[in-house]
């Protein structure tokens, strides 16, 4: 299953930020798809993060461009696809500079776990994933009762129709190629209440590993 659709703020501005992004992370993607296997490795090599090199201080700025490289094209598509669905409200709520300066925060704390984690590794780590756990964390938050819309393969097995405790993202009925979970619509929280869950959304993003 995957996610292709959500309820929308209303009234909330173009996402600047969040289109950015993945503009961006596309274009980087095209040309490391464009570059030769010994090129690729080299450009991998020099941008993506080693924790050996940042624990002795060196290459620091891979903690920046780490996060727009992509392994594959499935890694790409999928970082991608749940930036696009799960950001706007986060930014409708955050703003365009706070959504971009938390988006960037979150993967640097994700990359830092995954240094601390294993300091003395000299493979380099590369992807979005601690910036869409972030994403993800603040959504589920902020958003708990969203309706979700997903693209499901007939052989789905849909769980129950209720929505759980923890979370109103219950599976639908259908087993047709898309389908709609149910909720209670879509409210933008108080100002409290985000505050309040992003303080969450930093477990989230240490928890994560980068890539």
Request: proline fraction near 7%; hydrophobic fraction near 45%.
């Amino acid at each position: 299953m995957f996610p292709i659709g959500d309820d929308n703020i209303q009234g909330a501005g173009p996402s600047l930020s969040t289109r950015g992004l993945l503009v961006v992370n596309v274009l980087v993607f095209v040309f490391e798809a464009g570059l030769a296997s010994g090129a690729l490795e080299n450009f991998i090599t020099e941008y993506g993060v080693i924790p050996r090199e940042i624990m002795s201080a060196v290459d620091l700025h891979t903690l920046l461009t780490s996060m727009f490289l992509h392994g594959g094209w499935m890694h790409l598509i999928g970082n991608m696809l749940f930036l696009w669905v799960f950001s706007n409200n986060i930014e409708a709520v955050l703003g365009t500079p706070l959504h971009l300066g938390f988006y960037l925060a979150g993967g640097l704390a994700a990359s830092l776990a995954h240094i601390l984690s294993d300091p003395s590794s000299t493979i380099p780590s590369v992807g979005a994933s601690g910036a869409i756990a972030a994403i993800l964390g603040t959504y589920l938050m902020l958003f708990p009762r969203s309706r979700v819309k997903l693209l499901a393969s007939p052989a789905t097995r849909w769980g129950s129709p209720e929505p759980t405790p923890s979370c109103s993202w219950a599976c639908g009925r259908s087993c047709s190629s898309s389908a709609e979970w149910p909720a209670w619509g879509l409210q933008q929280p108080r100002p409290a209440e985000w505050r309040g869950g992003l303080k969450s959304v930093a477990l989230v993003s240490a928890s994560s590993l980068a890539g």
